[in-house]
């Protein structure tokens, strides 16, 4: 009994030390950043705004507080002062992460129904309602020209 016992503690301390090494491994560098001045960090916030969080998905990169978003917001500040463009930078994360990370990415032909597709909705919406109307307006035309109704 005693020895069972011992081997599910030692088990057990295993899988807490396992869990440990991965915890530790999630950390990152806690610093908030520098900015050297107000056009940087303006220009860091309208960027990271325009960029996705690739784990979060629905936040963008500024509002996520997922660990690859902390690391993400350095390396984009790491590209800024390194004088990469705004284009540059995202040219960078695109050829990371692919077309994801941007939420306005470029008219191509792979995110024209991206682009297009709630205008095309629309529009057969447009042409549904059209044609119902069209063909109630027909059959209530029909109706009113029956002169034997008693109403």
């Known amino acids: 009994m005693t020895?069972?016992?011992?081997?599910?503690?030692?088990?057990?301390?295993?899988v807490l030390l396992a869990f440990t090494g991965i915890a530790i491994a999630q950390t990152s560098d806690p610093t908030p950043l520098q900015f050297k001045d107000s056009t940087e960090e303006t220009r860091f916030h309208q960027l990271?705004?325009?960029l996705r969080c690739v784990m979060c998905q629905n936040q963008s990169l500024a509002?996520?507080?997922?660990?690859?978003?902390?690391d993400l917001r350095r390396e984009?500040?790491?590209?800024?002062?390194?004088?990469?463009?705004?284009r540059e930078?995202?040219?960078?994360?695109?050829?990371?992460?692919?077309?994801f990370v941007l939420y306005k990415p470029d008219v191509t032909p792979g995110?024209?129904?991206?682009?297009?597709?709630?205008?095309?909705?629309?529009?057969?919406g447009g042409v549904v309602v059209w044609r119902l109307l069209r063909r109630?307006?027909?059959?209530r035309g029909s109706v009113g020209n029956d002169d034997n109704q008693e109403w």
């Open 3 to 14: 020895r069972c016992f011992a081997i599910a503690r030692t088990l057990l301390l295993g």
């Open 48 to 50: 990271t705004s325009e």
């Open 63 to 70: 509002d996520s507080n997922a660990q690859i978003a902390h």
């Open 76 to 86: 984009v500040l790491d590209l800024m002062r390194e004088g990469k463009s705004d």
């Open 89 to 99: 930078v995202k040219q960078f994360l695109v050829d990371r992460y692919g077309e």
């Open 111 to 124: 995110t024209w129904l991206l682009w297009f597709g709630p205008l095309l909705l629309v529009l057969a």
């Open 136 to 139: 109630g307006n027909a059959s």
